[in-house]
T-cell receptor
């Protein structure tokens, strides 16, 4: 079974509008972290935002917020006031407790912001 | 401040050649990860170091892949007798410490093309 699922291969959004990128996860571990990364065409993975499984409030970082619904096992990324520079691939990742603490990534969503 | 650096950024190898990919993590970062990212996919875990100890190499696809971090800082990923299926971007990431809630910071990656 997929541990991290991103069902939107591609998304379009108009500049200055908000957009939600979906991510669902699967784990039985009570301790886990959920992370979002942006990968522009240059290839570098840029950390955006993080949510811990015990966090009571949704994480926010500037224009990024994470809509964390624990019961539904979803961790959607919301980008407000989209900018042309937001066009990139976006990856959701999870790290479970115990062991290596390695990331498990989804397949990504390609976001295109339209002028 | 210096981030994670990787060299070379691009490498073209003929099938059967050996290659060595270098990663310089952020100074003081204890944990170091290598990931392989095939075209159009999310990164996949290869191996993990805590200081100089390689604690998990379960993601290495074959015994042609070897990684080391002898002094607990710089790491080298070596691929022997390269094959076409090894063509991918190899990403290195580091984090301050081991833990579920630690953020990993990625380097720009090395794009390996095997011809």
């Amino acid at each position: 079974a997929q541990k991290i699922t991103q069902t939107q291969p591609g998304m379009f959004v108009q500049e200055k509008e908000a957009v939600t990128l979906d991510c669902t996860y699967d784990t039985s571990d009570p301790s886990y972290g959920l992370f979002w990364y942006k990968q522009p065409s240059s290839g570098e993975m840029i950390f955006l935002i993080y949510q811990g499984s015990y966090d009571q409030q949704n994480a926010t970082e500037g224009r990024y917020s994470l809509n964390f619904q624990k019961a539904r096992k979803s961790a959607n990324l919301v980008i407000s006031a989209s900018q042309l520079g937001d066009s990139a691939m976006y990856f959701c990742a999870m790290r479970e407790g115990g062991g290596t603490y390695k990331y498990i990534f989804g397949t990504g969503t390609r976001l295109k912001v339209l002028a | 401040g210096a981030g994670v650096s990787q060299s070379p950024r691009y490498k073209v190898a003929k099938r059967g050649q050996d290659v060595a990919l270098r990663c310089d993590p952020i100074s003081g970062h204890v944990s170091l990860f290598w990931y392989q990212q095939a075209l159009g996919q999310g990164p996949e875990f290869l191996t993990y170091f805590q200081n100089e100890a390689q604690l998990d190499k379960s993601g290495l696809p074959s015994d042609r892949f070897f990684a080391e971090r002898p002094e607990g800082s710089v790491s080298t990923l070596k691929i022997q007798r390269t094959q076409q299926e090894d063509s991918a971007v190899y990403l290195c990431a580091s984090s301050l410490a081991k833990g579920v809630f630690r953020v990993e910071y990625f380097g720009p990656g090395t794009r390996l093309t095997v011809t």
